[in-house]
């Protein structure tokens, strides 16, 4: 699990904790004693973030007692980068360009998304920002266990290990603004867990339609 790592240390921050974490720090919020970062920008939401910020404020939370920036290091190989990176978020040196191009997708991804800058947005959204880490915990706090939300396929049964959860992929449902409920959808809301194949198809569903 990618906070295995630090569990003896961060025991109760989990990616929703982060999350919300730079949700905040993105909105403005500044109830804390963390610089601008100097070197690296988390890239969220088309925010630059300080990382070491978002780490802190989540780890803040998580723990219930104030986590100041004496308290742990960021940078490169250190444990907070490495926690905000196995959790999906996107670090880059000041400058750097976002390094999720289509030329990273794969050949479905790429041919699916080509000439649509509606679909080209929606494989962005999926891939990135620890959205997608955020919802597998989520899911797995509601339901006790993943499964495709389309088929309902279990991949812990079918495939008799836990390892059979890599095919438990996050898709992002495009809601139209009228099935919103006022206030209390959130981004977790939007995404979908579904099965590699269900996915496919969902995609190509969607692609047929725009
Ligand atoms: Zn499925
Ligand atoms: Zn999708």
């Not at 993105?26 to 690296?40: D, L």
């Not at 742990?72 to 390094?99: H, M, Q, W």
């Not at 997608?132 to 797995?140: I, S």
């Not at 390892?163 to 995404?191: P, S, Y």
Request: some cysteine; charged content about 25%.
């Amino acid at each position: 699990m990618p906070m295995a790592d630090i569990r003896s240390n961060f025991q109760p921050l989990t990616a929703q904790h982060l999350l919300r974490a730079a949700e905040r720090v993105a909105a403005g919020y500044s109830q804390h004693r963390f610089g601008p970062s100097t070197e690296y920008d988390l890239l969220f939401d088309g925010h630059h973030l300080p990382p070491k910020a978002v780490f802190g404020v989540a780890a803040t939370e998580a723990l219930g007692f104030e986590v100041g920036p004496e308290n742990f290091s960021a940078g490169d190989n250190t444990l907070c980068f490495r926690v905000l990176r196995a959790n999906g978020y996107r670090i880059v040196r000041k400058g750097e360009a976002d390094p999720i191009s289509l030329f990273e997708l794969s050949d479905e991804d790429r041919v699916w998304a080509e000439g649509r800058p509606r679909l080209v947005t929606h494989i962005r959204r999926e891939r990135s920002t620890g959205l997608a880490a955020a919802k597998r915990d989520q899911f797995r706090a509601l339901h006790g266990r993943l499964y495709c939300e389309r088929c309902g396929m279990d991949p812990v049964k079918t495939f008799g290990s836990d390892l059979g959860e890599a095919c438990i992929e996050i898709h992002h449902r495009d809601t139209h603004l009228a099935e919103m409920t006022d206030g209390h959808r959130t981004k977790l809301d939007e995404l979908q867990c579904l099965c590699a194949n269900c996915h496919r198809v969902t995609h190509r569903e969607l692609k047929a339609t725009s």
